[in-house]
């Protein structure tokens, strides 16, 4: 059992979990936060229970950690749940966790040291470990891991930052903290890009500020995300409003970026027994990707 350890009135970093249906991952999502009384955590309830269930959670969660606040979201989706939390948090920076994923202890005064040395970083992501994998998530990103092989401590991306987040998926929600003013600024996770929301947020974030990563793992992931048909158009609609900016940074970027959505989908169709369908669309990111000058 965690210490009863009570915040200070003003905390340094918000960690907003939303839970969507499982509250099962709850208790260990928790005691992978450590002991800090620096953070506070909100629980974000933004299912179709009853007040009195989701404050029956909350409660027997705070007897094991006094951190543990709870916000009832407005059961509009996983995008208005992370700002129904953005907008309780007190801390200076924000971070944000699945109630499946764990964080690792090494990761959090890493990220936050980066933060705290520099006012200029807007956020910083990590690298992760998915459960029962070896390879470090980022070595899932070829062209970022190649090109930052040299690196052991936390960097920033530089000016194309925005050109590297668009072609390949190096930020997972799990490994982010970010300075919590700047992303309220930005209206936070826009409900419009549906599933696509936090990959939009990311896009906006590199485009308009400074932002960092710590290549270490600082999250293990329960599952790599998940591909459907919704979640495909949504990242498809946000694409095709990203492309034309980030063509304008970086022309390679953003044809990498489009033949990594059509592998996407060409792996759906393949998944839901279209194996022509599945055939062209592979051949298409392919002949995509080839347009793209090797690094």
Known sequence: MLPNTMPPHQPELSVIIPVEREVRHLPGAVASLGVSPRIEIIIVQDIPRS????????????????????????????????????????????????????????????????????????????????????TPGLEECPRFAARHAHRREGFTLGADAMSQVFSEPLIRLSTVIARRDPLRRLGGFAESAGQAAEWDLWLRLARRGNIACQPRPVAELAAPPRICLESLIAERRIARHWRPVVAGQDRAAARRGTARMIAAEARSAAANRRPLRAAALHLGAIAVAALSPVA
């Open 51 to 134: 007040r009195a269930d989701a404050e029956r959670q909350s409660a027997l969660l705070r007897e094991q950690d006094a951190r543990v606040r709870l916000v009832i979201g407005p059961a509009r989706g996983r995008a208005a749940a992370l700002n129904a939390g953005l907008a309780s948090a007190r801390g200076e920076f924000a971070a944000f966790l699945d109630p499946a994923d764990r964080w690792l202890a090494e990761g959090i005064g890493a990220r936050l040291a980066m933060l705290r040395a520099d006012p200029s970083l807007g956020m910083v992501f990590g690298g992760w470990r998915s459960a029962g994998r070896v």
